[in-house]
């Protein structure tokens, strides 16, 4: 279905009056009256199925420079029985002529953004048709809905519409299920240029000098996947991707072109990579490369995914090994949902996890294939340490939890639970039952629901058909029990033969929930490994290991389980002591080792000893799994003197090879050892005044326009510039921020103003959050890192306190949530965290999403605090003694 040429004159109208009068005009053809009083109640939240979108065919007028757009939205509609009213979506937009079924329809305002259409007499059963002529507004302070950012003097619109904010951009049946085409047309200034989710159909300039584009008709896909982008844009051939060879191309601000050398180079190996895991072809007809200003934004859409300038947009002399793989990365993230969230959608947001779990289990796939050196094992380690962490708290919520408001959608996107947590069950069973079966099980499940959607319950029948039952009731017990197993694993050797006598219950808390693990032991003699699995599907089970009874064994093998492993002091040393464990498994044993320290089964100080030898490990991983365990001790809350000894011990511990391997990268030196670098400098650069001055001066030298820092260590050495520079340097980084035009440059100097420590200083750091002269989506950039450091915490959140109102203003939802969370996590103090929660949960209760947000906040908050009172004592008692004689080796 098409716009006929009289409503694309129609529109062309009314956009020339809206600019003649500076307003949103334009007659009507068909007024809306007043509404009467509804005969029928409004949904109660869910559109109802009984009226369908069939397909829509939309123009929009947009000048990227102006504040508002006109839109026109023809919805072929089926109806399943006669009907006088048609409820959709439609958040701020301004209805002037409404048909359904060639009559003139009124307008009902629902609850929240339901919109309902009303005719005189019903419109009989079968196809129909609705037409819709509006106006709405090109947001510009929270990047939603359609967005405008300036570059230069220049604008430039996007959109995000994910999860409901298609409804800001056109009225629409905005629920994932309604999954039908999408026909776009747009009417642009000259000079600007509009590129869809679809390839350009014709072009043509009118005598106004505006252009329309008319893009082809998109696969059937859900509202918040449509997307668009208008402006002065450089559009940068990237040749071809993939078996069919689509074209790619890359929609950049002007002038950036240069910048994209990385993402040309890397993102036709990310579509091969895709398509051969799967063994599936790329299903659409192009890719786009949508170079959108922030990481926020960053988005799946079909046929112009975005991703943010931080990612995209690299300098060829800021190549550094880490941004390039951070693109490379979420490239293969965004692109994976191209076959899990676009190909099969999944139909309702209580099953976001079959997007966000599939994509992230996927981006790890592609990545250990296009970067084999990248550690990428290692990094799902972390991902099902966020994963665990959040699992072991009440306020927890399952992988499919039932959502019925909107708080519930924008709970659904839970990192730790939904993307990490989802991607780790997957891997658990993938390592399970073969990657092989898994993948003809992953295959099949995307060609049984392409271009449809999907539910748990079709994910599980398609892995019961093809993985058999005993993997769907491990996945289904996961997927449906909030928490996680913490199991107690104890070696028997009777006669010659060897078991392992498991045992498990809830991590952290007490019930009664039970699940089915895969529990994989590794065990050998020497060099020698055999890896023997079972299931655990009652409170108590055995995994038979053989005749021989191991001289060593892990009951984690790989850390592939998704399961916490109980530990003390004598088995965390004999097992750190165990050459033939993996990176993977020494990383998990840390792992369970910290969350036995938070729990109160190992003291901080009986894992202080594993440190020296992985601080002088080889692998960036296992040195950071060194100064996690440095972070037990909890230095942010000890008292000064206290914190005093803790800063010489780090400095002793770490200081000579942070000295040796200094600031700069040398000739020869690998991508591992560059992290090393960087991890050790960013932690004992505070406790050691030469690294520190020498830091500063390289810092001094870049606000300069030197270049011989490598570019993962300027955030360090600005941080240094302004922590010892005092008023001059805080005012030069304020000057460049506020004159500089890349957005990740920008944000990085803002944020290296949090490390004043001077009260005056942290005044005017704290002041920028509500400075109107910048950016909204910058403002807070500074604030994050007041809120934890010791020396500014409390006038951090004093400012906060007075100023809420102001700073949720201007906000989406979904940042107001975080940060609201955040205030609560960000103390380990009792009374402290009863102000954070009397000033925040009247607030909590109006944003959607905070709620959940602020809960886990005030559980981590009371975690810390309990740890504190547990193991407070003995940790001066160690540092005290480490500060009196040589460092515990």
């Not at 509804?38 to 939240?45: D, L």
């Not at 976001?352 to 996927?362: D, I, M, Q, V, Y």
């Not at 700069?664 to 030469?690: K, P």
């Not at 559980?859 to 605090?865: L, V």
């Amino acid at each position: 279905m098409r716009l006929t040429n009289t409503r694309a004159a129609t529109i062309a109208a009314a956009t020339a009056l809206t600019a003649t009068l500076g307003g949103c005009g334009g007659r009507p053809a068909h007024p809306p009256a007043p509404a009467p009083a509804s005969e029928e109640a409004p949904p109660a939240f869910r559109l109802p199925t009984t009226v369908r979108p069939v397909r829509y065919a939309l123009e929009l007028s947009i000048d990227a420079a102006q504040p508002t757009f006109r839109g026109e939205v023809e919805i072929a509609l089926a109806l399943d029985a006669p009907t006088s009213v048609v409820w959709l979506h439609a958040q701020d937009l301004t209805f002037d002529r409404v048909e359904l079924g060639g009559m003139a329809a009124t307008v009902e305002r629902g609850e929240g953004s339901l919109v309902g259409l009303r005719v005189a007499r019903a419109v009989p059963a079968g196809e129909a048709t609705l037409e819709i002529g509006y106006q709405g507004t090109i947001d510009r302070e929270r990047s939603r809905g359609i967005y405008a950012v300036a570059e230069g003097d220049a604008w430039y619109a996007y959109t995000f519409f994910e999860p409901i904010d298609a409804r800001r951009a056109v009225p629409c049946f905005d629920e994932p299920g309604f999954k039908v085409p999408w026909q776009v047309t747009f009417r642009t200034p000259p000079g600007q240029v509009a590129v869809g989710n679809e390839p350009t159909v014709s072009e043509v300039v009118g005598d106004d000098g505006w252009t329309t584009t008319v893009t082809a008709e998109t696969p059937p896909m859900p509202s918040y996947l449509l997307a668009f982008v208008v402006g002065p844009f450089d559009l940068v051939d990237g040749g071809v991707a993939g078996a069919a060879r689509v074209p790619v191309r890359f929609v950049a601000p002007a002038g950036r072109a240069a910048e994209l050398r990385w993402a040309k180079a890397i993102t036709p190996d990310v579509v091969a990579t895709l398509e051969d895991t799967l063994g599936m072809p790329y299903p659409y007809a192009k890719l786009d490369v949508a170079v959108v200003p922030r990481f926020w934004g960053t988005m799946e859409h079909p046929g112009i995914v975005a991703m943010g300038q931080p990612l995209t947009l690299i300098r060829p002399e800021d190549e550094t090994a880490g941004r390039k793989r951070w693109y490379m990365n979420i490239l293969a993230h965004e692109l994976a949902h191209y076959w899990f969230g676009d190909l099969v959608t999944m139909a309702w947001w209580n099953d976001t996890w079959l997007n966000e779990a599939l994509g992230t289990w996927l981006d790890r796939r592609v990545s250990e294939r296009v970067e084999p050196a990248g550690h990428w094992a290692e990094e799902a380690v972390d991902r099902r340490s966020m994963a665990l962490a959040a699992d072991e708290l009440a306020a927890t919520r399952a992988l499919r939890t039932a959502v019925t408001d909107e708080e519930g959608i924008q709970a659904s996107f839970d990192n730790s639970i939904t993307y990490f947590k989802g991607a780790s069950v997957l891997h658990m069973i993938e390592r399970w039952v073969g990657e092989a079966r898994f993948a003809g099980f992953q295959r099949r499940y995307l060609e049984a629901h392409a271009w449809r959607n999907a539910s748990a319950e079709d994910f599980t029948a398609v892995m019961r058909q093809e993985l058999g039952d005993d993997a769907a009731a491990v996945f289904e017990s996961y997927l449906d029990a909030p928490g996680a197993p913490l199991i107690s694993a104890t070696l028997r050797c009777d006669g010659g033969a060897a078991r392992v006598e498991l045992t498990q219950r809830r991590s952290r808390i007490e019930d009664d929930t039970r699940w089915q693990v895969p529990v994989c032991v590794r065990h050998g003699h020497g060099a020698e490994a055999s890896r023997t699995c079972g299931v655990l599907r009652d409170a108590t089970g055995t995994v038979e290991l053989g005749a021989s009874c191991p001289t060593w064994w892990v009951a984690n093998a790989g850390g592939d389980g998704y399961y916490r492993v109980e530990i003390d002091a004598a088995e965390l040393a004999a097992l750190a002591a165990t050459p033939a464990l993996s990176t993977t498994e020494r990383l998990v044993l840390l792992d369970d080792a910290r969350a036995a320290v938070e729990r109160g089964a190992l003291s901080p100080v009986d894992v202080q000893s594993l440190v020296p030898a992985l601080a002088g490990e080889p692998n960036p991983t296992l040195v950071s799994g060194a100064l996690g365990l440095l972070g037990l001790l909890q230095p942010a809350w000890l008292d000064d003197a206290h914190f005093a000894r803790y800063e010489a011990h780090v400095a002793d511990l770490l200081g000579a090879r942070a000295r040796a391997l200094g600031w700069h990268r040398r000739d020869g030196d690998s991508d591992d050892v560059h992290d090393v670098r960087r991890a050790l400098i960013a932690t004992v650069v505070d406790a050691d005044d030469a690294l520190a001055r020498e830091g500063a001066a390289l810092g001094a030298r870049w606000l300069d326009g030197e270049r011989s820092l490598a570019d993962d260590q300027v955030g360090t050495a600005l941080w240094l510039v302004v922590r010892r520079g005092g008023a001059a340097a805080f005012d030069q980084v304020l000057a460049r921020a506020r004159a500089e035009a890349d957005h990740r440059t920008r944000r990085r100097l803002l944020g290296s103003l949090s490390a004043a420590v001077e009260p005056e200083l942290v005044a005017r750091a704290l002041a920028l959050t509500t400075d109107a002269t910048l950016d909204p989506r910058d403002r807070l950039t500074p604030l994050y890192g007041l809120l934890f450091l010791r020396e500014t915490r409390d006038a951090a959140w004093a400012y906060v306190r007075d100023h809420l109102d102001a700073l949720r203003a201007a906000m989406r939802d979904d940042e107001a949530g975080g940060m609201i969370g955040m205030l609560a996590w960000a103390t380990c103090d009792r009374a402290r965290l009863a102000e954070v929660v009397a000033a925040v949960e009247g607030i909590a209760a109006e944003v959607d999403g905070a709620a959940n947000h602020l809960r886990k906040g005030v559980e981590q908050a009371e975690q810390c605090i309990e740890q504190r009172e547990r193991h407070g004592a003995a940790v001066d008692a160690y540092l005290e003694a480490v500060a009196d004689g040589p460092t515990a080796r």
